[in-house]
Every structure is written in structure tokens, then in C-alpha cells.
């Protein structure tokens, strides 16, 4: 019975075509990830904290701030990384810590796995197609803006805890070849302030030297001249970046004893999302050409060649705004001075542009799959009906429909701060007022200190206008 | 299966494992009712099996101690638990409280002494978790808390870790330290550790 299994074997060759283009084709309409949490960001760039606590619970699919998707599904990680920034800025302390540490042990986990199932989606489809992984400055800001939940909250203990998870994620990535630590040292500087400050407050005077010598190794801070000095005082750590900032301290005078010790961190801009971006395929050879291998880019020359690709999708860090005016502290007494100890937007802009040749090279790669099976559906489905003609647009439209497909991996924490600052000086004993000017709008703090106490304040801005 | 066709079939054996997975949830479960439950090691953190170990541990050394001779030779004792130090890279403050609260249940369960609780003390708490967020923790400062709660012996710990990452793989060591002191004389008359480790791997 040879022509009945040879019908059997052309319905099946057609049916197999058409249920892959059934299932892929409604992937062309999904949206990006930066497309889904677009509404979080416009909200923030309108200082509307409300209408982003809103857009973030809406993009976990949860209803409001104290609720979690159980179980954390692929993406939701990164949703409650940008929730727990909304949270910050709301001074929700306890809910964004909360969801800071779902999201850490979560990141975790995804950091060690990767399903064969996932990386064949990745290799045929899209990068987003797995889990994410978190970027290395993400990981060091999720423990550092974290550490500033709980010193705001006035909780030293869990500080500390933050602190030390924040030490073993920057020890590790230290250790990491593929890692530049240059890049480590400045997305860190502001972990480091922190936990350096945590552990001072804490009486661990040589654990806080060598965090505030973390910091020193990325750039000098004026605001660590006192207490560094004060610190070398109780411990016998020495280097010679703590030895210099410490000669150019004031000698402390007797109503700085008496007074507190008053910590403002201001959290503002925000670090550009990322963008699904076409471009010609030429230009896409050229910027992942170091990445391919000579067979890959052999076939993607080929193909452009024949004209059968003309694009290829691929994500883009957005443009930065280009400068931020540093925010103005001001007291009863006068301004205070401010120093930017963290330019998130330039660690990301260098991570990205390191990356950039492998994902576009990635993205080359999966085009050249595409076309490949594109082209066996089509002599498939050119055998089945016995006409040329159908098997060259069964293999057009397999390829549209695999190419709609492909949605550039745009995931990314892009509710991190542009910047960085910090205030630091002493109060006396009382009540004081406290206004921090972020471009334009004031946010004001009262608070009453007593002799000997400290205070951090947190300001999170994340508008980007 | 010939080559042209296999890239097809994955791509249809992908797009069907995508449609299939979709299908199954979580549901909520019982652990008298699943067999083994309470066994799995969900995270790096301390769950109750742990604590259960650590403090078995800890008890057991402190029964065939020289301290208990010196208990049983007194006439039942007061003794206070204080809260468990946080020393670790780990949000464990809440299983920490837990054990505290163990300790106490062992010590009024096995050992010839009375329990004084710190409840309703709220400000002696206080002070006493403020100065645990700060290095300056010693015998004298505990013999200070004891005579403050009017008790003999004060039993306090604090946990440590040593925690080690690699590319696919994340260890913790847990240290927990009990140890008693007698506040009249701010000498320490027993110390025990208890290892614990929890991995990611």
C-alpha cells in the first residue's frame, strides 16, 4: 500500500506545517517586556507613585502592594524589582524590603538554571524565551537599595544582613574573569557606603573601614573625611586611601559629640529601559560579526544575499538623559553639601555596550535557523502538494511567522536611579526640617534626634524629567 | 528522521511543551497529609528541621554538661533566654525568635531550674536587641540584663555563617553559639556549637 502511506505522510507533513504556524503566529502580537512595563515608567517620569504602585501590582497580575504571584512565574522577579523601587519611593520600607528579598532568592535560583527547553526556544525564537538573569550591577543595587530600606527604617540588624549578602554577590563577581572590575567597584560604591555606615552605627569600626575603603577605591567622598578618622581611632585597620581622606578631617569639636549623625541618600533620574530595535541586516553583521561563527555568518551573508532576510531584531538600551542637576540639601542653617557617589546610568550604558555584539550576534544566529526551517517546511510542503510554487510560500510564511515571533529580550531593571547622592552632616539635639531639591521638587523631612542618635533619610525620585 | 526535518520538529515539540506547561498550577497542601513535606529544603534560610537539628544539639550538650550537675545541686535555679543574635548573610530573625522560645520550652521541660520570661519586659528587650545590633555583646553586659530580670543564669546565642558562592552553586555554613552565664560572677559556664550548612546546588 505505498500510496496510501505516502498520502499518510503528506497529511502529516502539512498538518505538523500547519500547527506550527498556529502556534507561532499569535507570538507576533505579544508584546515586549519593556512594552509591558512602559505604564510604570511613564507614571514615574509624572511623579505619580500612586498610578506606578498601580501599573507594577497590574504587570504582576496581583491587586495590591502586600500581594505576590504564587509561584513567581518567568519575569515576575524583575516586576518586583521595579515594584519594590515604587515601594521605596512611597516609603513603604517594609513592603519593597519584602519584595527586594523575593526577588533576590528568586534571581538566585534562575541564576543556576537554564532548561534545555528554554535555551532551544532561545536558539529558535528569542532570547527572553528563558529565565532571566540579572545583570551584575543589578544584583549589587538590589542588596544596596535594599540596605537603604531597613537603615531608613532605623533596623540595623537587617542592614547588616543586607550588607553582608551585598559583600558575597561583590566578592564573587570580583573573582569573575569575565567581569570588569573597574565596572564592579563603581556599581558597588554605593553599596559599600551603606554597609560601611550600617556596621560604624553598628560599633564594628574595622568592619566599616573596610567598606568605606571599597569605597575610596572607586573615587574620594569627602563626607567619609570624619568618620573614617573617627573610626581609626577604635580599630587598627589601615590603608592608604583611609589614611588619606582621614588627614584631611576637621578635629572633631565637642558639640559634634553631643549631636547626631544625620545620613540623606537621594535616589534620582532613572536608568533607560530597554528597546526592541530593527536594523538592515548588513549593519547587524557588522556589529555581531566578532561574535559569529565563519558557517553563521556565511549563511546570514547568503541569505541577505538572496534578499530572503533584510532585518533583524534585536533589544537597545534607550538614550540617557543627558545630565542630571545634583540635588540641593538644605537646613534651617544653610545648604548642606552634596556628593554623587553612584552614576547607575553609566555602569549600565558600559554593561550594555559590552554586550551588544553577542545579543545582536545571537539575534543573527537565530535568523539563519529561522531560515533553515523555513526552507524545510517548504520542500516539505513543495513534496506533499507536488507544486513548487506552494512549498516556496510555505516557506516564506513559516519564516514571517517564525521572524514575528522573535521578540527582542528587552528585560532589564530599568526602575534603577540614574544617580547616586549623599548629604551627610550633624544636627544638635532636637527637631530639624530637612529639604531636598530634586529637580525642581522639594521633599521635605522633620525629624527629631537626640544626642549620639543617627538618622538616614531616603529622597526616591525616579522621574526622568 | 532526516536532517531537513528536524529543526521542524523541535520547533513543534517546543511550541507543544509551551502549550502543555501552561496547564498545570499550585495548589495547597497539608503536611500531615504529604509525606516528606517538611524534609525539603526550600532555600538557604533556617526552617524548622534545622532549628530542630541545631537545638538538639545544643540541648543534648548542655544535659551531660558540668552546669547541670551545678543546677541540680541549687535549688531550682532562675534563668532567663534572651533573644538569638543575627549574624548571618540570611533574613532569619523570625526562626531565630522561634528557637529562643524552643530553648525556653527545654529548659522548663528537662532542667532543675525556673524560667523567668522576658515578656512584658518590652523595654528591657528593647535595649537588649538594640545593643545586639551593635559588636559591644559580652558576658558582663548579659550579667547586667540577668540582674536586671532578676534572674541566676542567663542563656543568650548568636548565629553565625560562612557563605560561599560559585558560578552554579551557593553554600551556607551556620554556626549557632548557646552559651550561660552566671550573672552574679559574668562567667561563662557552658558554650556549644551547632553546625548547620544549606545549599544551593
Redesign the interface.
Known amino acids: 500500500m505505498p500510496l496510501r502511506g505516502d498520502r499518510l505522510r503528506v497529511g502529516l507533513r502539512l498538518g505538523?506545517?500547519a500547527?506550527?504556524l498556529v502556534?507561532?503566529v499569535p507570538a507576533a502580537g505579544c508584546k515586549t517586556f519593556s512594552d509591558r512595563t512602559a505604564k510604570t515608567r511613564s507614571a514615574l517620569d509624572a511623579n505619580n507613585l500612586d498610578a506606578a504602585l498601580k501599573s507594577s501590582n497590574s504587570a504582576l497580575g496581583v491587586r495590591g502592594a502586600g500581594d505576590t504571584p504564587?509561584?513567581l512565574e518567568k519575569n515576575d522577579a524583575l516586576l518586583l524589582l521595579d515594584r519594590a523601587m515604587v515601594l521605596q519611593a512611597l516609603h513603604e520600607y517594609a513592603k519593597s524590603s519584602h519584595d527586594f528579598?523575593v526577588a533576590d532568592?528568586a534571581i538566585?535560583?534562575l541564576d543556576?538554571s537554564r532548561s534545555t527547553?528554554n535555551e532551544?526556544?532561545k536558539y529558535?525564537?528569542t532570547d527572553s524565551a528563558g529565565p532571566y538573569k540579572a545583570r551584575p550591577y543589578e544584583k549589587l543595587m538590589l542588596n544596596s537599595e535594599n540596605m537603604l530600606n531597613y537603615l531608613a527604617a532605623h533596623n540595623?540588624?537587617?542592614a547588616?544582613?543586607e550588607a553582608?549578602?551585598f559583600s558575597?554577590?561583590r566578592s564573587?563577581l570580583l573573582e569573575?574573569e569575565k567581569e570588569d572590575a573597574k565596572q564592579i567597584a563603581a556599581a558597588g560604591a554605593f553599596g559599600s557606603y551603606l554597609a560601611g555606615y550600617a556596621f560604624e552605627k553598628?560599633?564594628?569600626a574595622e568592619e566599616a573601614l573596610r567598606y568605606y575603603d571599597e569605597v575610596l577605591q572607586f573615587e574620594g567622598v569627602a563626607s567619609l573625611a570624619a568618620p573614617v578618622r573617627a573610626l581609626m581611632k577604635r580599630s587598627g585597620y589601615r590603608t592608604p586611601r583611609l589614611e588619606a581622606i582621614a588627614k584631611k578631617a576637621r578635629a572633631p569639636s565637642e558639640a559634634d559629640a553631643q549631636s547626631a549623625d544625620v545620613l540623606v541618600v537621594i535616589n534620582y533620574g532613572r536608568i533607560p529601559a530597554m528597546v526592541a530595535k530593527r536594523i538592515p541586516v548588513g549593519a547587524a553583521l557588522t556589529i555581531g560579526a566578532l561574535f559569529l561563527s565563519p558557517a553563521n555568518s556565511r549563511a546570514a551573508r547568503r541569505m541577505a544575499g538572496q534578499g530572503l532576510v533584510t532585518w533583524v531584531n534585536f533589544p537597545e538600551l534607550g538614550p540617557s538623559r543627558p545630565n542630571y542637576p545634583t540635588p540641593g540639601v538644605s537646613l534651617s542653617t544653610g545648604r548642606q553639601q552634596v556628593e554623587n557617589i553612584a552614576n547607575i546610568d553609566a555602569v549600565a550604558r558600559h554593561a550594555w555596550d559590552q554586550s551588544k555584539g553577542r545579543v545582536v550576534a545571537a539575534a543573527i544566529v537565530r535568523m539563519v535557523?529561522r531560515g533553515?526551517?523555513g526552507?524545510?517546511?517548504g520542500?516539505?510542503a513543495g513534496q506533499a502538494s507536488g507544486k513548487g510554487s506552494v512549498g516556496m510560500v510555505t516557506a516564506l510564511v513559516t519564516q514571517a511567522a517564525?521572524a514575528a515571533g522573535d521578540k527582542p529580550d528587552t528585560r532589564s531593571w530599568a526602575t534603577l536611579p540614574a544617580r547616586i547622592a549623599v548629604a551627610r552632616f550633624k544636627l544638635p539635639p532636637g527637631s530639624h526640617q530637612i529639604d531636598v531639591n530634586v529637580g525642581g521638587r522639594i521633599y521635605t523631612s522633620q525629624i527629631t534626634v537626640a544626642e549620639g542618635q543617627w538618622a538616614v533619610i531616603d529622597v526616591t525620585d525616579l522621574s526622568n524629567r | 528522521m532526516t536532517k531537513r526535518h528536524f529543526p521542524f520538529t523541535i520547533a513543534l515539540f517546543v511550541s507543544l511543551a509551551t502549550v502543555l506547561a501552561s496547564c498545570s498550577g499550585p495548589q495547597a497542601v497539608r503536611g500531615s497529609d504529604t509525606p516528606g513535606l517538611d524534609n525539603a529544603a526550600m532555600s538557604t534560610k533556617l526552617d524548622r528541621k534545622d532549628l530542630e537539628k541545631a537545638l538538639k544539639i545544643s540541648m543534648e550538650a548542655l544535659r551531660t554538661s558540668k552546669l547541670m550537675v551545678r543546677w541540680e545541686a541549687e535549688n531550682d535555679p532562675t534563668v532567663g533566654v534572651l533573644p538569638i543574635r543575627n549574624e548571618t548573610s540570611e533574613h532569619i530573625g523570625s526562626a531565630l525568635n522561634a528557637l529562643s522560645t524552643e530553648i525556653e520550652s527545654q529548659l522548663i521541660n528537662f532542667a532543675p531550674v525556673r524560667v523567668i520570661s522576658l515578656e512584658g519586659q518590652d523595654a528591657l528587650i528593647d535595649e537588649i536587641r538594640h545593643q545586639q545590633e551593635s559588636s559591644a555583646f559580652d558576658p558582663n553586659q548579659t550579667a547586667k540584663w540577668g540582674r536586671q530580670l532578676g534572674v541566676r543564669y542567663i542563656v543568650s546565642g548568636k548565629v553565625f555563617s560562612t557563605d560561599e558562592r560559585t558560578e552554579d552553586a551557593r553554600r551556607v555554613q551556620y554556626y549557632l553559639f548557646i552559651r550561660t552565664v552566671s550573672v552574679e560572677t559574668g562567667e561563662i559556664l557552658f558554650q556549644n556549637q551547632a553546625p548547620i550548612t544549606k545549599a544551593i546546588i
Open positions: 505538523l506545517a500547527v506550527v502556534l507561532l504564587a509561584p528579598e532568592k538566585e535560583i543556576f527547553a532551544i526556544a529558535l525564537f540595623l540588624e537587617d547588616k544582613v553582608r549578602r558575597i554577590m564573587y569573575d553598628a560599633g564594628d535557523t533553515a526551517i526552507a524545510g517546511v520542500v516539505a517564525l
